[in-house]
């Protein structure tokens, strides 16, 4: 089993900046990539940025330029660096972690970030 631990959401004004963290434990040596998914109210969850074991990243296209995903290995963390802040960036935040065997997904609780005026 892998457990995933969200933290670092909030309120921030539009252009404003924050970074979310996942904190992994468990059978994470199991894992593949780790990801980082949206929920606005209404709509569909979505992907925003994926890592995978060695590192190599992809980011929707709403978000390229503007967030950074990156990991501490030794920390067993993901973190999303969300800059230039948007309206429509808010949603509840979720971080997966993906195994191949079995195709299994793993997800942690969600983090709301609104972003507004």
């Known amino acids: 089993q892998v457990q995933l631990v969200e933290s670092g959401g909030g309120l921030v004004q539009p252009g404003g900046s924050l970074r979310l963290s996942c904190a992994a434990s468990?059978?994470?040596?199991?894992?593949?990539?780790m990801a980082w998914y949206r929920q606005a109210p209404g709509k569909q969850r979505e992907m925003v940025a994926t890592i995978t074991s060695s590192g190599s990243t992809n980011y929707a296209d709403s978000v390229k330029g503007r967030f950074t995903i990156s990991r501490d290995n030794a920390k067993n963390t993901v973190y999303l660096q969300m800059n230039s802040l948007k309206p429509e960036d808010t949603a509840v935040y979720y971080c997966?972690?993906?195994?191949?065997?079995?195709?299994?997904?793993?997800w942690g609780q969600g983090t709301q970030v609104t972003v507004s005026s």
């Open positions: 997966n972690g993906f195994r191949v065997l079995g195709f299994r997904n793993y």
């Open positions: 468990g059978s994470i040596g199991s894992i593949n990539a």
